[in-house]
Protein backbone atom coordinates (compact mmCIF):
# COMPACT_ATOMS: atom_id res chain seq x y z
CA UNK A 1 0.00 0.00 0.00
CA UNK A 2 1.65 3.23 -0.89
CA UNK A 3 -0.96 5.75 0.80
CA UNK A 4 -1.64 7.57 -2.45
CA UNK A 5 -5.20 8.00 -3.02
CA UNK A 6 -6.93 9.02 -6.51
CA UNK A 7 -9.89 10.91 -6.57
CA UNK A 8 -11.33 8.10 -7.77
CA UNK A 9 -10.57 5.95 -5.00
CA UNK A 10 -11.88 8.81 -2.75
CA UNK A 11 -14.98 8.61 -4.16
CA UNK A 12 -15.20 4.63 -3.58
CA UNK A 13 -13.91 4.94 0.05
CA UNK A 14 -16.17 8.27 0.71
CA UNK A 15 -19.31 6.82 -1.29
CA UNK A 16 -19.34 10.64 -2.85
CA UNK A 17 -20.33 11.83 -6.49
CA UNK A 18 -18.29 13.74 -8.62
CA UNK A 19 -19.90 17.59 -7.42
CA UNK A 20 -19.96 16.28 -3.62
CA UNK A 21 -16.23 15.76 -3.56
CA UNK A 22 -15.04 18.41 -5.47
CA UNK A 23 -17.20 20.30 -2.76
CA UNK A 24 -15.24 18.77 0.16
CA UNK A 25 -12.04 19.54 -1.35
CA UNK A 26 -12.36 22.77 -1.65
CA UNK A 27 -13.51 22.92 1.96
CA UNK A 28 -10.55 20.90 2.44
CA UNK A 29 -8.00 23.24 1.50
CA UNK A 30 -7.01 20.36 -0.75
CA UNK A 31 -6.18 20.61 -4.59
CA UNK A 32 -9.58 19.62 -6.74
CA UNK A 33 -8.51 18.04 -10.20
CA UNK A 34 -8.83 19.92 -13.31
CA UNK A 35 -9.37 19.00 -17.00
CA UNK A 36 -7.44 16.19 -17.56
CA UNK A 37 -4.79 16.36 -14.65
CA UNK A 38 -5.01 14.49 -11.85
CA UNK A 39 -4.04 14.70 -8.04
CA UNK A 40 -3.04 12.17 -5.40
CA UNK A 41 -3.57 12.33 -1.35
CA UNK A 42 -2.46 10.83 1.64
CA UNK A 43 -4.32 9.36 4.29
CA UNK A 44 -4.00 12.22 6.00
CA UNK A 45 -5.87 14.45 3.57
CA UNK A 46 -8.72 11.32 3.73
CA UNK A 47 -9.10 11.68 7.35
CA UNK A 48 -9.40 15.70 6.92
CA UNK A 49 -11.84 15.27 3.91
CA UNK A 50 -13.68 12.90 6.08
CA UNK A 51 -14.35 15.69 8.41
CA UNK A 52 -15.20 17.98 5.61
CA UNK A 53 -17.99 15.17 4.64
CA UNK A 54 -19.12 15.24 8.63
CA UNK A 55 -19.24 19.07 8.59
CA UNK A 56 -21.21 19.78 5.28
CA UNK A 57 -23.76 16.90 6.09
CA UNK A 58 -23.93 18.20 9.02
CA UNK A 59 -25.43 21.44 7.26
CA UNK A 60 -22.05 23.58 7.92
CA UNK A 61 -21.24 25.80 4.59
CA UNK A 62 -18.25 25.27 2.73
CA UNK A 63 -16.32 28.89 4.06
CA UNK A 64 -17.02 28.40 7.39
CA UNK A 65 -15.05 24.56 7.13
CA UNK A 66 -12.19 26.11 5.17
CA UNK A 67 -12.23 29.30 7.94
CA UNK A 68 -12.33 26.49 10.83
CA UNK A 69 -9.50 24.87 8.84
CA UNK A 70 -7.65 27.77 8.64
CA UNK A 71 -7.33 29.04 12.18
CA UNK A 72 -6.20 25.33 13.47
CA UNK A 73 -3.46 25.13 11.08
CA UNK A 74 -2.80 28.58 12.32
CA UNK A 75 -2.93 27.93 15.78
CA UNK A 76 -1.47 24.28 15.29
CA UNK A 77 1.34 24.93 13.09
CA UNK A 78 2.06 21.23 12.80
CA UNK A 79 1.89 19.34 9.35
CA UNK A 80 -1.37 16.99 9.65
CA UNK A 81 -1.81 17.92 13.22
CA UNK A 82 -5.85 18.74 11.87
CA UNK A 83 -6.18 14.81 10.61
CA UNK A 84 -5.56 13.69 14.96
CA UNK A 85 -8.42 15.83 15.88
CA UNK A 86 -12.22 14.98 16.63
CA UNK A 87 -14.16 17.92 14.28
CA UNK A 88 -18.33 18.10 14.62
CA UNK A 89 -20.98 20.34 14.25
CA UNK A 90 -22.57 21.20 17.94
CA UNK A 91 -26.03 23.06 16.59
CA UNK A 92 -24.12 26.36 14.58
CA UNK A 93 -20.48 25.80 16.24
CA UNK A 94 -18.27 23.77 15.03
CA UNK A 95 -16.29 22.60 18.13
CA UNK A 96 -12.92 20.71 18.00
CA UNK A 97 -12.14 17.69 20.32
CA UNK A 98 -7.99 16.56 21.19
CA UNK A 99 -8.92 13.76 23.33
CA UNK A 100 -8.60 15.96 26.37
CA UNK A 101 -10.17 19.70 25.92
CA UNK A 102 -13.05 21.15 23.74
CA UNK A 103 -12.56 24.55 21.95
CA UNK A 104 -14.35 26.53 18.64
CA UNK A 105 -11.29 27.32 16.30
CA UNK A 106 -12.43 30.76 14.94
CA UNK A 107 -13.01 32.19 18.17
CA UNK A 108 -9.91 30.22 20.66
CA UNK A 109 -12.97 29.62 23.30
CA UNK A 110 -12.56 26.43 25.13
CA UNK A 111 -15.65 25.10 26.09
CA UNK A 112 -17.37 22.77 29.05
CA UNK A 113 -19.28 19.69 27.44
CA UNK A 114 -22.41 21.21 29.10
CA UNK A 115 -21.72 24.02 26.56
CA UNK A 116 -21.27 22.03 23.55
CA UNK A 117 -24.74 21.51 23.29
CA UNK A 118 -24.24 17.47 23.57
CA UNK A 119 -22.78 16.07 26.26
CA UNK A 120 -20.30 13.25 25.38
CA UNK A 121 -22.03 10.13 24.40
CA UNK A 122 -23.07 7.98 26.72
CA UNK A 123 -20.17 4.88 27.67
CA UNK A 124 -20.44 1.04 28.35
CA UNK A 125 -19.93 1.31 32.30
CA UNK A 126 -16.26 -0.26 31.36
CA UNK A 127 -15.44 2.68 29.45
CA UNK A 128 -15.76 5.42 32.79
CA UNK A 129 -13.12 3.50 34.09
CA UNK A 130 -11.12 7.08 34.71
CA UNK A 131 -8.30 7.52 32.38
CA UNK A 132 -5.37 9.10 33.48
CA UNK A 133 -4.98 12.37 31.95
CA UNK A 134 -0.92 10.98 31.41
CA UNK A 135 -2.52 8.32 29.86
CA UNK A 136 -4.67 10.43 27.70
CA UNK A 137 -2.08 12.56 26.11
CA UNK A 138 0.05 9.83 25.32
CA UNK A 139 -2.54 7.85 23.70
CA UNK A 140 -3.08 10.75 21.69
CA UNK A 141 0.56 10.73 20.81
CA UNK A 142 0.14 7.03 19.54
CA UNK A 143 -2.53 8.25 17.92
CA UNK A 144 -1.10 11.29 16.09
CA UNK A 145 2.25 8.76 15.14
CA UNK A 146 -0.51 6.80 13.64
CA UNK A 147 -2.02 8.80 11.38
CA UNK A 148 1.61 10.19 10.21
CA UNK A 149 2.27 6.45 9.43
CA UNK A 150 -0.34 5.25 8.46
CA UNK A 151 0.56 6.05 4.75
CA UNK A 152 4.03 4.15 3.85
CA UNK A 153 4.07 1.81 7.19
CA UNK A 154 0.47 0.48 7.95
CA UNK A 155 2.17 -2.02 10.18
CA UNK A 156 3.65 0.53 12.47
CA UNK A 157 0.25 2.44 12.30
CA UNK A 158 -1.26 0.00 13.36
CA UNK A 159 0.81 -0.70 16.35
CA UNK A 160 0.12 2.84 17.42
CA UNK A 161 -3.16 2.97 17.16
CA UNK A 162 -3.37 -0.32 19.05
CA UNK A 163 -1.21 1.52 21.90
CA UNK A 164 -3.42 4.17 21.82
CA UNK A 165 -6.31 2.19 22.06
CA UNK A 166 -4.58 0.07 24.93
CA UNK A 167 -4.05 3.63 27.04
CA UNK A 168 -7.74 4.83 26.05
CA UNK A 169 -10.56 2.19 25.26
CA UNK A 170 -12.80 4.89 24.52
CA UNK A 171 -10.72 6.77 21.74
CA UNK A 172 -13.47 5.92 19.00
CA UNK A 173 -11.39 7.68 16.58
CA UNK A 174 -8.50 5.19 16.83
CA UNK A 175 -11.04 2.29 16.46
CA UNK A 176 -12.90 4.00 12.96
CA UNK A 177 -8.92 4.59 11.34
CA UNK A 178 -7.57 1.55 12.65
CA UNK A 179 -10.74 -0.27 10.85
CA UNK A 180 -10.30 2.26 7.99
CA UNK A 181 -6.74 0.93 7.81
CA UNK A 182 -7.35 -2.92 7.68
CA UNK A 183 -10.19 -2.42 5.34
CA UNK A 184 -8.55 -0.72 2.96
CA UNK A 185 -5.51 -3.14 3.15
CA UNK A 186 -8.46 -6.14 2.76
CA UNK A 187 -8.62 -7.46 6.46
CA UNK A 188 -12.37 -7.50 6.04
CA UNK A 189 -12.84 -9.26 9.51
CA UNK A 190 -10.58 -7.30 11.64
CA UNK A 191 -12.01 -3.55 10.21
CA UNK A 192 -15.73 -5.44 11.21
CA UNK A 193 -14.22 -5.91 14.95
CA UNK A 194 -12.70 -2.36 14.31
CA UNK A 195 -15.81 -0.96 13.72
CA UNK A 196 -18.12 -2.83 16.15
CA UNK A 197 -15.37 -1.74 19.07
CA UNK A 198 -16.17 1.54 18.41
CA UNK A 199 -19.92 1.00 18.51
CA UNK A 200 -19.56 -0.31 22.00
CA UNK A 201 -18.22 3.26 23.11
CA UNK A 202 -20.16 5.53 20.91
CA UNK A 203 -23.38 3.52 19.55
CA UNK A 204 -25.06 6.76 18.08
CA UNK A 205 -21.84 7.24 15.33
CA UNK A 206 -23.45 7.25 11.95
CA UNK A 207 -20.10 7.00 10.34
CA UNK A 208 -19.13 3.73 11.96
CA UNK A 209 -22.60 2.21 11.71
CA UNK A 210 -21.63 3.20 7.91
CA UNK A 211 -18.59 1.33 7.84
CA UNK A 212 -19.30 -1.27 8.98
CA UNK A 213 -22.24 -1.73 6.58
CA UNK A 214 -19.72 -1.55 3.65
CA UNK A 215 -17.59 -4.17 5.34
CA UNK A 216 -20.79 -6.77 5.80
CA UNK A 217 -21.27 -5.80 2.28
CA UNK A 218 -17.85 -6.72 1.00
CA UNK A 219 -18.24 -9.72 3.34
CA UNK A 220 -21.19 -10.40 1.39
CA UNK A 221 -23.39 -10.47 5.08
CA UNK A 222 -26.08 -8.23 3.30
CA UNK A 223 -28.53 -8.70 5.74
CA UNK A 224 -26.27 -7.70 8.43
CA UNK A 225 -25.19 -4.47 5.91
CA UNK A 226 -29.00 -3.56 5.70
CA UNK A 227 -29.07 -3.64 9.25
CA UNK A 228 -26.09 -1.31 9.67
CA UNK A 229 -27.27 1.20 7.20
CA UNK A 230 -30.58 1.23 8.56
CA UNK A 231 -29.00 2.41 12.13
CA UNK A 232 -26.98 4.96 10.16
CA UNK A 233 -29.65 6.43 9.08
CA UNK A 234 -31.27 6.25 12.24
CA UNK A 235 -28.75 8.52 13.92
CA UNK A 236 -28.75 10.67 10.62
CA UNK A 237 -31.24 10.83 8.53
CA UNK A 238 -29.42 12.63 6.11
CA UNK A 239 -26.96 10.45 5.53
CA UNK A 240 -26.62 10.61 1.21
CA UNK A 241 -24.23 8.02 1.20
CA UNK A 242 -26.41 5.08 3.33
CA UNK A 243 -29.54 5.58 1.31
CA UNK A 244 -27.44 5.14 -1.66
CA UNK A 245 -25.56 2.04 -0.39
CA UNK A 246 -29.31 0.76 0.93
CA UNK A 247 -30.58 1.81 -2.29
CA UNK A 248 -28.11 -0.19 -4.77
CA UNK A 249 -28.15 -3.58 -1.96
CA UNK A 250 -32.17 -3.71 -2.34
CA UNK A 251 -32.32 -3.56 -6.08
CA UNK A 252 -29.61 -6.07 -5.91
CA UNK A 253 -31.64 -8.24 -3.31
CA UNK A 254 -34.83 -7.94 -6.16
CA UNK A 255 -36.53 -5.53 -3.60
CA UNK A 256 -37.65 -2.60 -5.91
CA UNK A 257 -39.69 -0.73 -3.70
CA UNK A 258 -37.15 -0.23 -0.96
CA UNK A 259 -34.70 0.83 -3.88
CA UNK A 260 -36.49 3.62 -5.14
CA UNK A 261 -37.51 5.10 -1.71
CA UNK A 262 -33.91 5.51 -0.75
CA UNK A 263 -32.87 6.38 -4.42
CA UNK A 264 -35.67 8.80 -3.97
CA UNK A 265 -34.30 10.05 -0.80
CA UNK A 266 -30.61 10.40 -2.41
CA UNK A 267 -32.18 12.20 -5.31
CA UNK A 268 -33.30 14.27 -2.94
CA UNK A 269 -30.42 15.55 -0.52
CA UNK A 270 -28.10 15.53 -3.78
CA UNK A 271 -30.31 18.19 -4.54
Not at 153 to 179: F, K, W
Not at 247 to 254: C, D, P, R, V
Request: net charge positive; proline share 4%; hydrophobic share 40%.
Amino acid sequence: MTGEYSSADLRRILRLDGSKLRACLRAALLPIPQGESSCTYSFQNLVVLRTAKGLTEAGVSVAKIRKVLECLERQLGEENAVSSLKIYASGKRVVVWDGASRWQPDSGQFLLNFETGQMLPPRPLRARTAVRQSDRETAQRWYQRAVALQDNSPEEARHAYQEAIRLHPAMTDAHVNLGLLHHNLGNLADAEVCYRRALEFEPKLALAHFNLGVVLEDRQKRSAAISSYQEALKHAPDFLEAHCNLAQLYETLGRKRDAFRHYAAANRLSG
